[in-house]
C-alpha cells in the first residue's frame, strides 16, 4: 500500500510530461501516465547499470547512454506533440535500435542481448494499438529467425564470439529479470488504481441509486398522502346538500405516537345501513349513489390508510355531515 501511494504522488511530477489536452480525458490520461511511468523506470534502471558497464571487462556502455539520451527526447517529444501510439511505438523502438547491432557482435542468437530484445513486444502490447502489437512481435521473432538462418549457414558458430564472463551474464540477467519484472508491476499498479477508481464509482452509484430509490418512495407517499385527502374532500363536495355552501373541517393531534386526522364535512351524509360498506369497491346502485357514490375514491382511501400501517373510519348521519377519522403512526 505504501508503494502504491507514493506511485500516486509522484504521478503528480510525471503529468508535466502529459498535455494539458490529454490530463482532461480520463482514459487517454491514465494511459499517457503508464507510459511515462515506463520511461521513468527504465531510465533509472540504465543510469544504475551505466556505472556496472565501466568495471565489467568486455561490456559496452554505448546502448545504455543511447537509450538513456533516447528516452529522454521521447518524453519530451511526447510533451510536445502529445500522441500516445507515436510515443509508444517510439519508446518501443529505442530499445531494438541500441540492442540489434550489439547481438550480432555478442554471440548472435547465442547473445544475452536477444533475450532483451524481446522486451519491445512485451512493451507494445502493454502501451501500442492492436497492430503495432503484431507488427513488434513478428518483427522480433522474424529476426530471431533471421540470426538461426545465418547460425545455420555460417561455417563457424557465432558462439565462438562469446568472450564475456560470468560478471557479465549476472548482471545483465539481474537487470533483465528487473526490468522485466518492474515494467509488469508499473501496469499492475496502474490498473489496481483503476480497478479501485471503478468500484469507488460502483459504490457512488449505488448510493445515488439507493438515495433515488428512497426519494422515489417518498414521493409516491406523498402522492398518496395527497390522493387520500383529495378523495376525501372530493367526496364531501360531491355530496354536499342543495343551495348549502360546502363547510369541510380538518383537524390534526397527535396522540399516542399516531396522527389522528378528522376530515368532516356538512354534506348529505350516509344512512346508517350503509356505513359498514362505504370502503368497499364497486357500484352500491342508484338509490345509494345518492349518498355515498360508488365507493371506489373512499376504497382507495382505506387501501392507502392500511398501507401505512394505519386506520379510517367513518361517522355520519343523514342531512347532519360525515366525520372521518385516520389514525396513523408517526414516523
Given at each position: 500500500m505504501?508503494?502504491?501511494?507514493?506511485?500516486?504522488?509522484?504521478?503528480?511530477?510525471?503529468?508535466?510530461f502529459?498535455?494539458?489536452h490529454?490530463?482532461t480525458q480520463h482514459?487517454?490520461?491514465r494511459?499517457?501516465r503508464?507510459?511515462?511511468?515506463?520511461?521513468?523506470?527504465i531510465?533509472?534502471l540504465?543510469l544504475?547499470?551505466?556505472?556496472?558497464?565501466?568495471?565489467?571487462e568486455?561490456?559496452?556502455?554505448f546502448p545504455i547512454?543511447f537509450?538513456?539520451l533516447?528516452?529522454t527526447?521521447s518524453m519530451?517529444?511526447?510533451?510536445?506533440?502529445g500522441?500516445i501510439s507515436?510515443?509508444?511505438n517510439i519508446f518501443t523502438?529505442i530499445?531494438?535500435?541500441?540492442?540489434?547491432p550489439?547481438?550480432?557482435?555478442?554471440g548472435?542468437m547465442y547473445s544475452?542481448?536477444l533475450?532483451?530484445?524481446?522486451l519491445?513486444?512485451?512493451i507494445?502490447?502493454l502501451?501500442?494499438?492492436?497492430?503495432?502489437?503484431?507488427f513488434?512481435a513478428?518483427?522480433?521473432?522474424?529476426?530471431?529467425?533471421?540470426l538461426?538462418?545465418?547460425?545455420?549457414?555460417s561455417a563457424?558458430?557465432?558462439?565462438?564470439?562469446?568472450?564475456?564472463?560470468?560478471?557479465?551474464y549476472f548482471t545483465?540477467?539481474l537487470?533483465?529479470s528487473?526490468?522485466?519484472?518492474?515494467i509488469?508491476?508499473?501496469?499492475k499498479?496502474?490498473q489496481d488504481?483503476?480497478?479501485?477508481?471503478?468500484r469507488?464509482?460502483?459504490n457512488?452509484?449505488?448510493r445515488?441509486k439507493?438515495?433515488?430509490?428512497?426519494?422515489?418512495n417518498?414521493?409516491r407517499?406523498?402522492?398518496q398522502?395527497?390522493q387520500?385527502?383529495?378523495?376525501?374532500i372530493?367526496?364531501?363536495?360531491?355530496f354536499?346538500k342543495?343551495?348549502v355552501?360546502?363547510?369541510?373541517h380538518?383537524?390534526?393531534a397527535?396522540i399516542n405516537?399516531h396522527h389522528h386526522?378528522?376530515v368532516?364535512d356538512?354534506?348529505?351524509g350516509?344512512p346508517?345501513e350503509?356505513?359498514?360498506?362505504?370502503?368497499?369497491?364497486?357500484?352500491?346502485?342508484e338509490k345509494?349513489k345518492?349518498?355515498c357514490?360508488?365507493g371506489?375514491?373512499?376504497a382507495?382511501?382505506?387501501?392507502?390508510?392500511?398501507?401505512?400501517?394505519g386506520?379510517?373510519?367513518?361517522a355520519s348521519?343523514?342531512n347532519?355531515?360525515?366525520?372521518?377519522t385516520?389514525?396513523l403512526?408517526?414516523?
Open positions: 505504501k508503494i502504491q501511494s507514493a506511485f500516486q504522488k509522484a504521478g503528480k511530477t510525471i503529468d508535466w502529459v498535455p494539458p490529454i490530463q482514459v487517454l490520461h494511459r499517457a503508464l507510459l511515462m511511468w515506463i520511461h521513468v523506470f531510465l533509472v540504465c544504475l547499470m551505466l556505472p556496472s558497464s565501466f568495471f565489467i568486455d561490456a559496452s556502455y547512454v537509450t538513456i533516447s528516452l527526447i519530451f517529444l511526447f510533451r510536445r506533440w500522441s507515436l510515443s509508444s523502438a530499445p531494438a535500435l541500441a540492442l540489434i550489439l547481438i550480432f557482435s555478442s548472435g544475452d542481448n533475450l532483451w530484445l524481446y519491445c513486444p512485451l507494445a502490447f502501451l501500442t494499438g492492436k497492430s503495432s502489437r503484431i513488434w513478428l518483427a522480433v521473432v522474424g529476426f530471431h529467425g533471421y538461426f538462418i545465418l547460425e545455420s549457414l563457424t558458430s557465432y558462439s565462438e564470439d562469446i568472450a564475456e564472463g560470468a560478471a557479465y545483465s540477467y537487470f533483465l528487473l526490468m522485466t519484472l518492474g509488469v508491476y508499473i501496469f499498479l496502474e488504481f483503476i480497478i479501485k477508481q471503478l469507488q464509482h460502483k457512488t452509484l449505488t445515488q439507493e438515495a433515488i430509490e428512497q426519494q422515489a417518498q414521493l407517499e406523498q402522492e398522502e395527497l387520500l385527502f383529495q378523495n376525501l372530493s367526496n364531501s363536495l360531491k354536499q342543495a343551495d355552501p360546502p363547510d369541510i380538518i383537524i390534526h397527535g405516537g386526522i378528522k368532516s356538512n354534506g348529505m350516509i346508517i350503509h356505513l359498514h360498506n362505504v370502503f368497499e369497491f364497486g357500484d352500491q346502485g345509494e345518492s349518498h357514490g360508488q371506489i375514491g373512499l382507495t382511501c382505506k387501501k392507502i390508510v392500511h398501507r401505512f400501517g386506520d379510517i373510519s367513518v348521519e343523514v347532519q355531515g360525515t366525520e372521518f385516520i389514525k403512526p408517526i414516523a
